[in-house]
């Protein structure tokens, strides 16, 4: 981030959000599988209307971030708190599916309610990925300390349409890139979905556990009580 930043000046703020929305929306994450998944079982249609939702709750952080972004990274608490949730969010999940695989459950979305209803199903998981609020925080801080965006309304603007776009280009790429080589391979997902939401949500969080013992300084207290 902090070199597509170095290369863009504050004149160009939509470009600047697009770039780094959409570097962050391109890795493979739970939101881009699942976008995928509605998208092989539901269509174009409710692929985009996933989109539409996870946009929408984007567009809401973005704005009430781009208010209190000063205030939110010095919440100590919060931010504990919201790390936490993340790791116990992303663990449940991961072992709901293990579950599954151990069972031999086939998964779809499609036995899920509000599946039939992807844009409302964007909202409630785009709702409970809490750990965007302190990341845009950074990046808003960061840009405005470096003057890569400023205070104006209209710059502020540009800027969160731009990482919309990004957002919803990313995940356009992801899932029809993703549809190509599952349709081209013929590829069952139905069969691999468990097996790839388990090691998905586990990996994901135990780098979410790794990054918060770093950023907490907890490595040398953990050496402590092995050694005692």
Do not use: C
């Not at 697009?18 to 599988?33: E, K, M, R, T």
């Not at 409710?46 to 781009?66: C, D, M």
């Amino acid at each position: 981030m902090k070199m597509i930043a170095a290369l863009l000046s504050k004149k160009n703020p939509l470009v600047l959000g697009f770039l780094i929305s959409l570097i962050g929306a391109l890795p493979l994450g739970y939101i881009n599988v699942i976008s995928l998944q509605i998208l092989l079982e539901q269509g174009n249609w409710a692929s985009i209307s996933f989109i539409i939702g996870i946009i929408s709750v984007q567009y809401f952080v973005l704005t009430t971030v781009n208010k209190i972004a000063a205030w939110l990274v010095n919440q100590e608490n919060l931010l504990l708190l919201i790390d936490l949730f993340t790791i116990l969010f992303l663990l449940a999940i991961g072992l709901y599916f293990m579950n599954n695989t151990a069972n031999h459950e086939n998964s779809s979305l499609s036995h899920f309610k509000l599946a039939q209803y992807p844009f409302i199903l964007a909202l409630f998981l785009n709702g409970l990925n809490f750990i965007q609020w302190p990341y845009w925080s950074g990046i808003y801080i960061y840009l405005f300390r470096t003057a890569k965006l400023d205070t104006k309304k209209k710059t502020k603007n540009k800027f969160v349409l731009g990482a919309l776009l990004g957002t919803s280009l990313g995940m356009f790429v992801f899932a029809h890139v993703g549809q190509f080589l599952i349709v081209a391979n013929q590829i069952k997902m139905s069969t691999y979905l468990n097996p790839i939401f388990m090691t998905l949500f586990l990996f994901l969080s135990l780098v979410q556990t790794v990054k918060f013992i770093f950023k907490n300084d907890l490595l040398p207290t953990i050496k402590f009580r092995i050694q005692g």
